[in-house]
């Protein structure tokens, strides 16, 4: 079973926004929905860009450089240019701080939800 790593304080990100997490030589993108808090990898799968300037609208983050889009809960493609979906890794919050699951990917088996 992968650790829960210790990613930032919930107050860090606004909701309806998200932040750059850098950890163990990955990109990751933490979102605060309206519903609690997601992850996925940080890079858009077309270009590789960056997905902390882009634009989260519901459950959706847009790309900031083609405007592809991205379903946060399941890593899916909603519109192109991407094709690849991007992964995402369960999530939990305790006291007031973001724990990542880092180690299993959400779309995997063997993730335990919190």
């Not at 919930?10 to 309806?16: A, G, S």
């Not at 519901?58 to 519109?79: T, Y």
Request: aromatic content about 10%; charged content about 25%.
């Amino acid at each position: 079973m992968a650790d829960w790593i210790h990613a930032c304080a919930c107050d860090e990100i606004d909701e309806e926004d998200l932040i750059r997490w850098d950890h163990g030589g990955r990109t990751y993108a933490i979102y605060n929905a309206e519903d609690g808090f997601y992850c996925t990898d940080g890079m858009c799968t077309h270009k590789a860009t960056h997905l902390e300037q882009g634009l989260l609208t519901g459950h959706v983050i847009e790309c900031p450089l083609h405007q592809g889009r991205f379903d946060i809960r399941s890593g899916k493609v909603v519109s192109p240019p991407p094709y690849e979906e991007l992964n995402t890794y369960p999530v939990k919050t305790e006291n007031g701080q973001v724990y990542v699951q880092v180690g299993y990917r959400k779309e995997e088996e063997n993730w335990e939800s919190p």
